[in-house]
Nanobody, 125 residues
Framework: QVQLVESGGGSVQPGGSLRLSCLAS????????MAWFRQAPDKEREFVAA????????QYGDSVKDRFTITRDKAKNTLYLQMYELRPEDTAVYYC??????????????????WGQGTQVTVSA
């Protein structure tokens, strides 16, 4: 059984940076896609970024492209999300997710069946 634990959230001023981490434990996820999603109050869950399992391909949501970078350290079983130029609209709970079926960095949340508990990111002056 796979467990995902996010860390690195917090409060930051607009224009600031944060790095989120997601540690995977349990069953090996090598070759499987992992992703970040976020959900703000009263809004639907939104795709942020995904990383492929083997080819290291990545995909980003339109609102974070060119500001966020997703990376993966397979030796450490850890997924990262480096966030730059943060904006108030980036405020949300950020969730790490893993797919057990695909290695492609897909956007669809239903393709990810393992989820972390989430970490809060707040961007305000």
């Amino acid at each position: 059984q796979v467990q995902l634990v996010e860390s690195g959230g917090g409060s930051v001023q607009p224009g600031g940076s944060l790095r989120l981490s997601c540690l995977a434990s349990g069953r090996a996820l090598s070759g499987k896609a992992m992703a970040w999603f976020r959900q703000a109050p009263d809004k639907e869950r939104e795709f942020v970024a995904a990383r492929g399992g083997s080819a290291d391909a990545s995909q980003y949501g339109d609102s974070v492209k060119d500001r966020f970078t997703i990376t993966r350290d397979k030796a450490k079983n850890t997924l990262y999300l480096q966030m730059y130029e943060l904006r108030p609209e980036d405020t949300a709970v950020y969730y790490c997710a893993a797919s057990l079926t695909t290695g492609s960095p897909v956007r669809a949340s239903w393709m990810y069946t393992v989820w972390g508990q989430g970490t809060q990111v707040t961007v305000s002056a």
